[in-house]
């Protein structure tokens, strides 16, 4: 099974994204992405420079790949079988250890704004209805984030009847980042799997693909069953929480997955200021500010 693994340190501030984990695109569109995660990644790390906070970095991140059709997310989402765009996004201030999400949001592009409101609520996890009660109280007017790509792959997927894992070529999207006071915070987002079952519901709003804390931050993408089965954010978390540096938990944990013929990966930054990218696909999208 393929492994990628790329690792370093550095100082504060520390911003990583990433736009999905799966196989090979087509050399255009990898370029496309490439550049899009730089423009996005270059905007919010010159905040960051600035002193803005982890948290906010993150937020701010992964509300502009929503907004990017290249990135299955937002306005780039997969469709269901049913024909409809349920989105799911999650955001983990890591000062606080305050995790926020929102599951299967309709007739919206950025379910990461409502994981931002639900930082400052004591019910941070909400579903499908709860999510559009929150969007109306925060003015957001309904909108379906329908592309003429989404369209054409979502009828291809039906008439085929499947969708092979070989043919999963974008993920979700997510961000961590460290901040110039140590801040450590991680958000992630997702349009979900191409022609899933309705109400599938994929890693990207629970602990298991995104997460973060005083030690580690960590947002995933790939197979989202397979993430939760792994409990992977948490469980790479509580290794450097339990005293291993980011790079030797990642590759412990790299080492599992490529046994268990795992296909997913993530992005992490440390309090120290270890990076890494690891996945057990062919490709990942993925910018860094070092």
Known sequence: ???IFHHGQTVPPILLLHGGAGSLPDPSTQKLRQEELSVIGQTVL???DQGLSAIKAV???????ED????NAGRGAALQSDGLARLSASLMDGQRQKFSGVLL???LIHPSRLAVYLQHREESVVGPLGAQLIARELGIPPELPLTSESIERWTKALTERR???SEQKNGTVGAVALDI????????STGGGRANFPERVSDSATVAGNYA?????FSCTGIGERIVDDGLAVRLETRVRDGADLISASQKTLEEAVTRQRRYGWIGIDYAGHWVVACTTEAISWWGSF
Request: net charge neutral; with cysteine.
């Open 46 to 48: 010159a905040q960051l």
């Open 163 to 165: 969708v092979l894992a």
């Open 59 to 65: 937020s701010l991140a992964v509300e502009k790949l």
């Open 213 to 217: 804390s005083g030690y580690a931050a």
């Open 68 to 71: 990017c059709p290249l990135f």
């Open 1 to 3: 099974m393929n492994a």
């Open 105 to 107: 949001a309709t007739h």
């Open 181 to 188: 006071n140590g801040n450590l915070a991680a958000a992630t």
